[in-house]
């Protein structure tokens, strides 16, 4: 049983994930994905992944572009690559992609159930159906070219896939989970939400199961030419139907910006002040092998706090995904360069720590739990600088940190060496 979670509309961007960067979103990607099947179960993590903020702030504190439509590409084929070696250990499937990949999802589906003992052909219907309903029983205007879709051993699943409106230069991403779907084609969807973005078919409505059934109705009297013929007699009188009023039930719509800078607007600041704070106030006490380890220091930390949060954080966190960039910055140079020292500094605290917890020592990844606790606790009275001193300093120290983006490696400041 399945639910559409929501959806999202992006700024639709061109251009690659570099492999250095690539690279590292697979580990890190992967690594939090088994933090949270530890911490909370795989059907937590499919929860997560059907969350459209929550979605958009992974691939963010993953160093991907916090807004653009790249972050749902890059993210599925992370996971795809990370979690694939740990399929058997951790019991799920990521099958699907962009382009060629996604017409491959069916035959992943019966692959894997042939294999670990679900029914893979009907999950392949599924995995058809719900392409259909968001490309053909919603008529938006954006074109389905990706689909991921994510399987536990057990049947459960979630879907992430994404349109793409050329002409405005716009894509939309679509989330389903199997929950609490009785019907394919009749209100399939918890709600719809979007821009204007002028007439839209929806034939998922209730409201037009009549309509459902009388175009089966038709096609078997009338037969294909004598729809078009009907079509054609019926587009001569357009102009003088009036659409109807059809409203929808109101679902939280993640709309991301144009801009590719990160500004005051898009961050809640108290809560980067209290992860701020938390890094430095947790940092000493629950990491101290770590911060005797040169090169490293608080600003591993402060990382680890965002990605402790975007790990057990609840789903009202998430409402400002820019947050989540200033841990490991972001491919395009914003808010500013990725620390590459820092983001490799984070993959192996996490990845230490959940080996051990594999092992039965929990106190490692229990740090990273305190760490979140505190970020919440302090943010109701921590303060700091506002966003734009917070990049300008980051920014100045990012060579240091070996900064990197497409543009290459962060000279400097000043030219010094």
């Not at 958009?56 to 749902?72: K, R």
């Not at 009297?221 to 659409?243: I, N, Q, T, Y």
């Not at 490799?344 to 092992?359: C, F, P």
């Amino acid at each position: 049983m399945a639910k559409r979670a929501g959806s999202a509309d992006l700024p639709l961007h061109s251009g690659h994930v570099p492999k250095w960067l690539a690279d590292r979103m697979t580990r890190l990607g992967g690594v939090m994905s088994e933090a949270i099947v530890h911490h909370y179960g795989r059907d937590e993590l499919l929860r997560r992944l059907a969350h459209r903020f929550w979605f958009q702030s992974f691939g963010a504190v993953m160093g991907m572009d916090w807004h653009s439509s790249g972050i749902t590409t890059s993210v599925i084929g992370a996971l795809k690559r990370g979690l694939t070696p740990l399929s058997k250990e951790l019991g799920i499937h990521v099958c699907g992609g962009r382009g060629r990949h996604s017409r491959q999802t069916p035959h992943e589906l019966v692959s894997i159930g042939e294999r670990v003992g679900f029914d893979g052909s009907a999950l392949a219907s599924a995995s058809r159906l719900v392409a259909k309903v968001d490309s053909a029983a919603i008529q938006d205007g954006f074109d389905l070219y990706l689909h991921g879709f994510i399987v536990t051993d057990d049947g459960k699943w979630a879907v992430v896939q994404q349109g793409m409106n050329d002409g405005r230069r716009q894509a939309r991403r679509y989330h389903w989970l199997s929950e609490d779907l009785e019907s394919f084609v009749d209100e399939p969807h918890t709600a719809i939400d979007g821009k204007g973005q002028g007439m839209i078919v929806n034939l998922t409505d209730r409201r037009a199961e009549a309509s459902r059934k009388a175009q089966i109705e038709v096609l078997g009297s009338l037969g294909p030419d004598g729809v078009a013929r009907k079509f054609l007699a019926l587009e001569e009188r357009e102009a003088d139907a009036a659409p109807a009023a059809n409203p929808q039930p109101l679902l939280p719509h993640l709309v991301m910006p144009e801009h590719h800078d990160v500004r005051p607007k898009d961050v809640v600041l108290r809560r980067l002040h209290g992860s701020l704070a938390a890094a430095a106030d947790r940092g000493p006490a629950d990491f101290p092998d770590l911060l005797m380890t040169p090169g490293v220091g608080p600003r591993t930390v402060q990382a680890l706090a965002m990605v402790a949060e975007v790990v057990h954080g609840t789903p009202c966190r998430f409402s400002d995904p820019a947050r989540f960039s200033f841990a490991h910055g972001g491919k395009d140079r914003h808010p500013y360069p990725v620390p590459v020292r820092v983001y490799d500094e984070t993959i192996r605290v996490l990845k230490s720590a959940v080996q051990k917890a594999k092992l039965g020592q929990q106190e490692e990844l229990f740090a990273l739990k305190r760490l979140d606790d505190q970020a919440r606790q302090l943010e109701r009275h921590a303060s700091g600088p506002d966003v734009e001193e917070h990049i300008r300093q980051e920014r100045a120290k990012s060579h240091s940190y070996g900064g990197r983006s497409i543009f290459g490696d962060e000279p400097p400041p000043d030219g010094t060496v």
